[in-house]
């Protein structure tokens, strides 16, 4: 399993950013992914998740309404689409892959939200 984040970058408050993970070595369209975060000095934490169909779609609350989370299941990838962005959602940005007892991560593209 390899996955690879990209689109992180700098971005001003209230700006928006597209992030990607591209997914390889499993039947990408038969599983959901996530998309984590962790910023400086914190615990990674969940930040959204989409199932096989791309239809049923999780948050958490502090991204609910500005993030979005989608699917290319021909491209074998996921993305991020955040509008909105505050300084708090400052992080370096993981996509997830977690099945039973299988559990994978990408190496992270990180996320600076300044002025």
């Known amino acids: 399993v390899h996955l690879v984040e990209s689109g992180g970058g700098l971005v001003q408050p209230g700006g928006p950013l597209r992030l990607a993970c591209a997914a390889s070595?499993?039947?990408?369209?038969?599983?959901?992914l996530s998309w984590y975060r962790q910023g400086p000095g914190e615990e990674r934490e969940f930040v959204a998740d989409?199932?096989?169909?791309?239809?049923?779609?999780n948050y958490a609350d502090s991204v609910k309404g500005r993030f979005t989370i989608s699917r290319d299941n021909d491209a074998n990838m996921i993305f991020l689409q955040m509008t909105s962005l505050k300084p708090d959602d400052a992080a370096v940005y993981y996509c997830r892959f977690h099945w039973s007892a299988y559990d994978y991560w990408g190496q992270g593209t990180q996320v600076t939200v300044s002025s």
């Open positions: 989409i199932d096989v169909t791309g239809y049923n779609t």
């Open positions: 070595g499993f039947t990408f369209r038969n599983y959901g």
